[in-house]
């Protein structure tokens, strides 16, 4: 006769948790649509807002020292970044007759604000290195990242300040 025996029960745990995460839109070369068009270089600067973020935790321990769980959690993220140099555009404002009047080579700073809601979805594997007492762990795994919705606004303001020209709840589409 074959048996097997398990030294111990595997263990389910749970636990919540909310929190403060901070979100900063770093690149090293911003090369789109706007950047060949109208913006030549890297002068930008890119700064972050506190965010909130909430997930819930569940696994089980399989032994002493090894366990495997996941943590989806939900993000709100806001972002901005902006340029440092002027750059020309071509603005377009609506005037009071209700047409648009445009202006060839504007010179003043862009800046965009971003604001994403997404779900994050871990499967960590977690070896506890010196047991229990001392909580060094060795982790690893996946993750399933999912952005639910998204905009974005965008601003021009000239030098003179006189013609910001915002556009708002741009959809940003996956």
Same mark, same amino acid.
């Given at each position: 006769?074959?048996?097997?025996?398990?030294?111990?029960?595997?263990?389910?745990?749970?636990?919540?948790?909310?929190?403060?995460?901070?979100?900063?839109?770093?690149?090293?070369?911003?090369?789109?649509?706007?950047?060949?068009?109208?913006?030549?270089? +890297?002068?930008?600067?890119?700064?972050?807002?506190?965010?909130?973020? #909430? *997930? =819930?935790? &569940?696994?089980?321990? @399989?032994?002493?020292?090894?366990?495997?769980?996941?943590?989806?959690?939900?993000?709100?993220?806001?972002?901005?970044?902006?340029?440092?140099?002027?750059?020309?555009?071509?603005?377009?404002?609506?005037?009071?007759?209700?047409?648009?009047?445009?202006?060839?080579?504007?010179?003043?700073?862009?800046?965009?604000?971003?604001?994403?809601?997404?779900?994050?979805?871990?499967?960590?594997?977690?070896? +506890?290195?010196?047991?229990?007492?001392?909580?060094?762990?060795?982790? #690893? *795994? =996946?993750? &399933?990242?999912?952005? @639910?919705?998204?905009?974005?606004?965008?601003?021009?303001?000239?030098?003179?300040?006189?013609?910001?020209?915002?556009?708002?709840?741009?959809?940003?589409?996956?």
């Amino acid at each position: 006769v074959f048996a097997t025996v398990l030294k111990s029960q595997p263990q389910i745990f749970f636990g919540a948790g909310v929190g403060p995460q901070i979100s900063r839109f770093n690149f090293s070369g911003f090369q789109n649509e706007y950047t060949r068009n109208y913006y030549d270089g +890297n002068d930008y600067k890119s700064s972050g807002t506190t965010n909130i973020q #909430g *997930g =819930l935790r &569940f696994g089980v321990k @399989l032994g002493e020292k090894f366990s495997v769980y996941t943590d989806p959690s939900f993000f709100l993220k806001k972002f901005k970044y902006e340029t440092q140099s002027v750059t020309r555009e071509v603005t377009r404002k609506i005037n009071d007759q209700g047409t648009p009047d445009y202006a060839i080579n504007q010179e003043g700073n862009r800046s965009w604000t971003f604001n994403t809601r997404a779900i994050h979805v871990p499967l960590i594997a977690r070896y +506890n290195l010196f047991g229990d007492r001392f909580g060094m762990h060795l982790t #690893g *795994g =996946l993750s &399933f990242n999912y952005m @639910l919705s998204g905009d974005y606004t965008t601003e021009f303001v000239t030098i003179d300040r006189t013609a910001p020209v915002k556009v708002n709840n741009n959809p940003i589409i996956g």
